[in-house]
């Protein structure tokens, strides 16, 4: 495998990842929230920044893109169909397309739900699926723009990935999607158990991403929802929670 990731905590709880491909040097950056803590980490590794991946237009997943940009001379990849409500994009991207990265590819998937134009990328060589806010541990992004079936639909794709594949998302909300998700199947003995795990994590102030997809097969009560209806069922619920 030649494509790493480090989180990099911004704001009050979002993530933003690091990815470096190790054949080639290249190095890029999963929705910058802000600037300021993505250049301390790169300064302090003496990196410079090469792609810029963007899953949605939020305020809180792109708002350091231009400054990344304008200092590293980044590109900025995102949804072609969302550039409108992007940073301008030097990359524009649709369902399917590869982003090159070094050697690796980044394999667009459009996963619409929690906006109308989000995205998400896999890269095949590391294992890696950034999903932004369509799929947390143990939970789902809001349906700010989209329906339930299109949220639905969106987790089926990534059905076809690795249990390996591990899911680095774009919050820390695994501790409270824990409780919902205990409220839905109490008898669910992997779900208890990955429970008391982030509970051990958070108290001691450590992250609880990324996490395995076959994790979250075991766990999300979104994944494990058989239907769209009962899928809408549950974020209802989780809504008011």
């Given at each position: 495998?030649?494509?790493?990731?480090?989180?990099?905590?911004?704001?009050?709880?979002?993530?933003?990842?690091?990815?470096?491909?190790?054949?080639?040097?290249?190095?890029?950056?999963?929705?910058?929230?802000e600037?300021?803590?993505?250049?301390?980490?790169?300064?302090?590794?003496?990196?410079?920044?090469?792609?810029?991946?963007?899953?949605?237009?939020?305020?809180?997943?792109?708002?350091?893109?231009?400054?990344?940009?304008?200092?590293?001379?980044?590109?900025?990849?995102?949804?072609?169909?969302?550039?409108?409500?992007?940073?301008?994009?030097?990359?524009p991207?649709?369902?399917?397309?590869?982003?090159?990265?070094?050697?690796?590819?980044?394999?667009?998937?459009e996963v619409?739900?929690?906006?109308?134009?989000?995205?998400?990328y896999?890269?095949?060589?590391?294992?890696?699926?950034?999903?932004?806010?369509?799929?947390?541990?143990?939970?789902?992004?809001?349906?700010?723009?989209?329906?339930?079936?299109?949220?639905?639909?969106?987790?089926?794709?990534?059905?076809?990935?690795?249990?390996?594949?591990?899911?680095?998302?774009?919050?820390?909300?695994?501790?409270?999607?824990?409780?919902?998700?205990?409220?839905?199947?109490?008898?669910?003995?992997?779900?208890q158990?990955?429970?008391?795990?982030?509970?051990?994590?958070?108290?001691?102030?450590?992250?609880?991403?990324?996490?395995?997809?076959?994790?979250?097969?075991?766990?999300?009560?979104?994944?494990?929802?058989?239907?769209?209806?009962?899928f809408?069922?549950?974020?209802?619920?989780?809504?008011?929670?």
């Amino acid at each position: 495998m030649t494509v790493t990731v480090q989180a990099i905590p911004m704001l009050a709880d979002n993530y933003s990842w690091l990815l470096r491909e190790s054949t080639s040097g290249k190095v890029g950056i999963v929705d910058p929230a802000e600037a300021a803590p993505a250049i301390a980490v790169l300064e302090a590794a003496g990196l410079g920044l090469d792609v810029i991946f963007l899953t949605h237009h939020h305020p809180d997943h792109v708002g350091g893109a231009e400054e990344l940009r304008a200092r590293y001379g980044a590109r900025i990849v995102g949804n072609r169909a969302d550039a409108h409500r992007l940073p301008r994009l030097d990359v524009p991207v649709h369902e399917g397309a590869l982003v090159e990265f070094g050697v690796a590819n980044a394999r667009v998937i459009e996963v619409p739900g929690h906006t109308l134009g989000h995205i998400a990328y896999y890269f095949a060589d590391g294992e890696l699926l950034f999903p932004g806010d369509t799929m947390f541990s143990m939970g789902c992004g809001r349906l700010f723009e989209g329906t339930a079936a299109q949220m639905f639909s969106s987790f089926a794709k990534f059905a076809e990935l690795p249990d390996e594949t591990l899911l680095c998302c774009g919050h820390e909300y695994t501790a409270a999607n824990a409780k919902f998700a205990l409220s839905i199947e109490p008898d669910n003995t992997a779900l208890q158990t990955r429970f008391d795990e982030v509970a051990t994590l958070r108290a001691d102030g450590l992250a609880t991403l990324p996490v395995s997809l076959g994790t979250e097969r075991a766990t999300n009560p979104f994944i494990r929802a058989a239907t769209a209806e009962e899928f809408g069922e549950r974020r209802k619920a989780k809504d008011t929670f």
